[in-house]
């Protein structure tokens, strides 16, 4: 089991940058590969990024890739995403995910934190 809470959301204009960290407790969090996805009102959770346990190899839907960029330290069991040139559209809540790997990334999400939401106002 790994427990998963994220943080970092916020308010933000359009342009500008936010990180959101995922701090990981339970079994080793470098065990997992894990990722971000996020939630938009109305609309279903899509997938933003992912990550593999060594955070070398790392994917990122076409909507975000330039933009964002994940890392994690697995020292300090946590995880990180890098918001820049942030847009209205990315406004959602954004939720860290964590499974066991199959290849480089997650062959199942088995472990969420409670999302934290990013606001972007235009």
């Known amino acids: 089991q790994v427990q998963l809470v994220e943080s970092g959301g916020g308010l933000v204009q359009a342009g500008g940058s936010l990180r959101l960290s995922c701090a990981a407790s339970?079994?080793?969090?470098?065990?997992?590969?894990a990722g971000w996805f996020r939630q938009a009102p109305g609309k279903e959770r899509e997938f933003v990024s992912a990550?593999?346990?060594?955070?070398?190899?790392?994917s990122y839907a076409d909507s975000v890739k330039g933009r964002f960029t994940s890392s994690r330290d697995n020292a300090k069991n946590t995880m990180y995403l890098q918001m820049n040139s942030l847009k209205p559209e990315d406004t959602a809540i954004y939720y860290c995910?964590?499974?066991?790997?199959?290849?480089?990334?997650?062959?199942?999400?088995?472990?969420w934190g409670q999302g934290t939401q990013v606001t972007v106002s235009s």
């Open positions: 995910a964590a499974g066991p790997p199959i290849g480089d990334y997650p062959g199942s999400w088995d472990y």
């Open positions: 339970g079994r080793t969090f470098s065990t997992y590969a």
């Open positions: 990550i593999s346990r060594g955070g070398g190899r790392r």
